[in-house]
């Protein structure tokens, strides 16, 4: 890559850095926390996948027809879900930002729904609605519709994980200078010519961020494929079995290898394309209001869509709703509470607190470390920085069942050192199992936070490149620190970036099942699991009523948090109206 | 950022340990419990209730819970494990993972339904059945299945489901009562060729049981985790036949699908489980986990199952018997030889997960 810049040298730069006390933390500690919760795990199941063993089931699996079906559902499925996702995502932002239409309230709750339920909960309810004998296919339709498989799967993936795209560009949308599209328009272009050849360029990068984030989601998610994939078996599953059932670790580290090397592909290439197609766009200079499409077929045409996806959803979250408070979903439609009384006053109560408590721990932490990696990333000049980013990445690069079982691995017993003089001392005590640290709750944080800080990282940076560092050297050429520059500049003006990075840790944290499915000990119980379970054993009437509560937590806790982080502050007003 | 909020920092980290203490809940009997969900609610609260042993448990599947007792043998979380077919007690025992425990309580216990070297102790019995919804057969237009045979008709493509034997001890007692029909169709063809001189069923009636799951493979919608689980399949009416224990079944016919789902059971013989429990070796809550035992054998505490629609069998010969329940007299069973399955399960799991699972259907 070239820059056009010189660069000052490497010595340079970590001169530079290590002169400031607050940055010399903040790179340390991420790089001792990336190595630690990250890198150490998955050498563990790297290391079991290129033993002799490991080796030999590689060759047996690359050389089989029926794991080469598996690799190849996999990579479609991650595509398909990754455009699918994308696309609806990019609707949902495009009609929120640059329509004049009715309803966008609604619109805007219902793309943020579905990241706020267990992804399976939305499979279950799509087996409701449209399975065999669903009460839309086979009720409405009176058709016998197979949903198990891709088809299935791309819906429930694709509704459950596209509020990703849509989180990542509405905030684009909205940073993107008009000013762009006036200059366009004086210079001739027609409104159509304006969408792609300027708009659309710069939006290039969140994008193509929001399909690699959909696609290693979805070939890393294991609620959807088990409980709708039917024979369409994906590595996901394939790990899961052989961790779960076998306990064939080696299996499991050669499958996630393999799982990996796609994950990994579209990463790279995600980096190389956006970082050449970056186009800085915020640059504190003056501009006008967004301009509206008023143009009727586009207008009512993309409203349509964007309105027949919001009542899919909702009709989704509906049947949730609905069968939360019926006997038997779909079957037996009387009223009865007694859903509730089972989760409530039968098992429900100590997972519920556990998984909202250990949630609250790791959203902040997860949202900070995100945009002080991201600002260390996107701002400073080190070496080993594209590896910080890289590493940071990782967390949610490796299916959740690689990462649990890493865990288990590397933390189920405690990691010494043995010193000369003080002798033999405990480094890191025990984290997993039933009687790791805190009854195995700090191991289950940690992984809420490596989930979730990719998201936030990326959200962050994807602001911070849309930023001119032109505003943040004005800043420090005033005389501020790097600290202070970044508190009082660089975080307000990231901050739908840095709220989008809460809301979505949170979340995630509440729903996530296959990293922490292994981790779950007597003492600290996990809701996704008790949902799991419940949906496994077929009451699905149980399961609604956890999702139910789960989602009123997450609802009440986005709430909390666009009133602590979601306001406007000084400096973002002063820069934004600068020129008034 | 100043002093003063790296000092706010701090004291937030604190603050967050101080509310990651209050999870931890004090010490108990940790159950690993196999089950389904609410029974094991009502039996560790009814334990609880008896003894004043703060009790709490972690439901895990059949091989689950093996896998999780492997991989954590060097310092065991659960004390006592509860329920789930014997097989895979006894593959946990062949491997040095239980305690042996010489309970008097176990007694009462027929010597049928318990290990002699007091390894494991039998708590309930269950007959394996075909559990079908009434409405989906209609419309495909065949009968319920009375034979391992009739599963694969070619009308069931995609409308049969079972768990996966891996993780389901429901789905590996199926595929060892397939063995166990071949051994017998073997030995009938040629004395000595279904059994070894053990009474072990031999390769060639397990390679024989490979073949009949290999056909039935193209009629499965997909494996479950939870052997259970293809029961409310078909009580929805994604499927047609599950794999399942006949008194799962019952329980789903009680709790909504009466009149939907029906139970039938093979004509050459079904298979059947032996529910066990075992105090696991290095026990952290051993006394606890003694206690728990005798108790799970009372008559008392083996009527606890109806209370939550679980109709299997007591071991006890002293605990009522539901009305609900499938008794084994009236039914065929075949010989289930538990030691061999339980010796055999492991190299027959991973042998189903590599061969037949991850197959592609035509």
């Not at chain 1, 590896?387 to 299916?399: E, K, Q, S, T």
């Not at chain 1, 936030?456 to 790097?482: H, K």
């Not at chain 1, 009123?552 to 007003?573: D, F, N």
Request: aromatic share 10%; proline share 5%.
């Amino acid at each position: 890559m070239q820059d056009v810049r010189a660069r000052p040298s490497v010595r340079a730069q970590f001169r530079r850095i290590f002169q400031d006390p607050i940055l010399t933390v903040a790179l340390i500690g991420s790089v001792i926390f990336v190595g630690l919760t990250i890198i150490l795990p998955l050498l563990s199941m790297v290391g079991a996948s290129v033993s002799t063993e490991g080796a030999e089931k590689l060759t047996n699996y690359i050389g089989s027809p029926v794991y080469q079906t598996i690799i190849s559902n996999t990579l479609v499925m991650g595509v398909v879900v990754g455009a699918v996702g994308t696309l609806v995502g990019f609707l949902f932002a495009f009609v929120q930002v640059k329509l004049d239409v009715p309803f966008k309230r609604f619109m805007h709750i219902m793309a943020l729904l579905p990241v706020i339920s267990p992804p399976f909960a939305v499979a279950t309810a799509t087996i409701v609605l449209f399975g065999r004998s669903g009460m839309i296919s086979r009720g409405v339709f009176g058709v016998r519709y197979d949903i198990y498989g891709l088809d299935g799967l791309t819906l429930a993936l694709s509704l459950s994980l596209f509020t990703v795209a849509y989180l990542n560009l509405k905030g684009m949308m909205e940073a993107l200078d008009p000013a762009l599209d006036e200059a366009s328009a004086n210079l001739g272009a027609g409104k159509f010519r304006t969408f792609f050849r300027v708009t659309l360029p710069m939006l290039i990068p969140g994008i193509a961020s929001s399909f690699l984030l959909i696609f290693v989601e979805s070939i890393a998610d294991l609620g959807n494929p088990l409980v709708l994939g039917g024979n369409y078996e994906v590595l996901a599953t394939r790990i899961y079995v052989s961790v779960i059932g076998l306990y064939d670790t080696t299996a499991a580290a050669v499958l996630s290898v393999i799982l990996l090397v796609p994950s990994l592909t579209v990463f790279m290439v995600q980096r190389y394309w956006v970082s050449r197609a970056n186009v800085v766009s915020v640059t504190g200079k003056p501009s006008g209001r967004p301009d509206t499409i008023k143009f009727p077929p586009v207008r009512w045409g993309l409203f349509g869509v964007v309105m027949f996806l919001c009542l899919l959803i909702l009709l989704i979250y509906g049947t949730i709703f609905h069968g939360a408070f019926v006997q038997v979903p779909g079957v037996r439609n009387e009223f009865t509470l007694s859903h509730f009384d089972f989760v409530i006053n039968g098992i429900g109560a100590e997972a519920m607190q556990d998984t909202t408590l250990l949630s609250i721990v790791a959203t902040p932490l997860a949202g900070l470390i995100g945009m002080v990696v991201a600002f260390l990333v996107v701002r400073k000049e080190f070496l080993g920085r594209q590896a910080l980013d890289f590493g940071v990445m990782l967390g949610i690069a490796v299916p959740g069942t690689i990462i649990g079982i890493g865990y288990v691995l590397s933390f189920n017993s405690p990691i010494t050192a043995t010193l000369p003089i003080l002798g033999e001392i405990t480094l890191l005590p025990k984290l997993t199992g039933g009687q790791g640290l805190l009854g195995g709750a700090l191991a289950i944080v940690i992984v809420y936070v490596i989930r979730s800080t990719p998201a936030a990282l990326r959200t962050g940076t994807a602001a911070l490149s849309q930023i001119d560092p032109a505003i943040e050297e004005a800043s420090i050429s005033l005389g501020a620190d790097n600290a202070r520059t970044f508190r009082r500049i660089t975080l307000p003006l990231i901050r739908p970036a840095f709220l989008a990075g809460l809301i979505f840790a949170f979340a995630r944290s509440m729903t996530t099942i296959s990293a922490v499915v292994f981790l779950t000990t007597p003492q600290t119980k996990i809701m996704t699991q008790q949902i799991l379970n419940e949906v496994e054993n077929g009451r699905y009437g149980n399961a609604f009523a956890y999702c139910v509560i789960l989602i009123g937590i997450v609802m009440l806790a986005i709430g909390i948090m666009y009133v602590l982080v979601g306001s406007r502050t000084g400096a973002e007003r002063r820069i934004e109206g600068g020129g008034r | 950022m100043s002093v003063r909020s790296l000092l706010r920092i701090s004291l937030l980290v604190c603050f967050a340990f101080v509310l990651l203490n209050g999870v931890v809940a004090q010490e108990t009997l940790t159950v690993l419990c196999t089950p389904q969900e609410d029974w094991c609610v009502a039996q560790t609260q009814a334990f609880q209730e008896a003894t004043g042993i703060q009790t709490s448990y972690v439901r895990l599947s059949s091989g689950e819970s093996l896998a999780r007792i492997r991989a954590s043998a060097d310092n065991p979380e659960f004390s006592v494990w509860w329920g789930g077919p014997a097989d895979a007690f006894i593959a946990a025992n062949e491997e040095g993972l239980l305690e042996d425990y010489d309970s008097e309580a176990a007694e009462a216990i027929p010597d049928s339904y318990k290990d002699l070297d007091a390894n494991w102790v039998g708590v309930y019995v269950g007959a394996l059945g075909f559990c079908s919804n009434v409405d989906v057969l209609e419309e495909l237009g065949i009968d319920a299945p009375t034979s391992w045979e009739d599963l694969l008709a070619p009308e069931l493509k995609g409308f049969v489901a079972m768990a996966h034997p891996a993780t389901s001890g429901t789905a590996f007692t199926a595929f060892w009562t397939i063995v166990t029909l071949a051994a017998d169709e073997l030995e009938a063809e040629e004395e000595g060729t279904g059994y070894d001189e053990d009474g072990a069923p031999t390769e060639a009636a397990v390679d024989n049981a490979f073949e009949y799951y290999a056909a039935l493979h193209q009629n499965i919608l997909q494996y479950t985790r939870s052997g259970s689980a293809p029961g409310s399949l078909a009580g929805q009416g994604e499927i047609a036949v599950a794999i399942i224990f006949s008194h799962d079944c019952v329980k789903l016919q009680e709790e909504g699908f009466e009149g939907i789902l029906v139970t039938t059971f093979p004509e050459e013989g079904t298979g059947y489980e032996i529910g066990g429990m075992g105090i696991l070796k290095g026990a952290p809550e051993l006394e606890a986990a003694k206690v728990w035992f005798d108790w799970a054998l009372t008559a008392a505490a083996q009527e606890i199952g109806p209370t939550v629609n679980s109709l299997q069998l007591p071991t006890n010969p002293d605990a009522a018997v539901s009305e609900l329940a499938v008794k084994l007299e009236e039914i065929l069973v075949v010989e289930y030889n538990f030691q061999a399955a339980g010796a055999n399960r492991i190299a027959i799991t991973e042998r189903f997960d590599a061969e037949i699972a991850p197959a592609p259907t035509e």
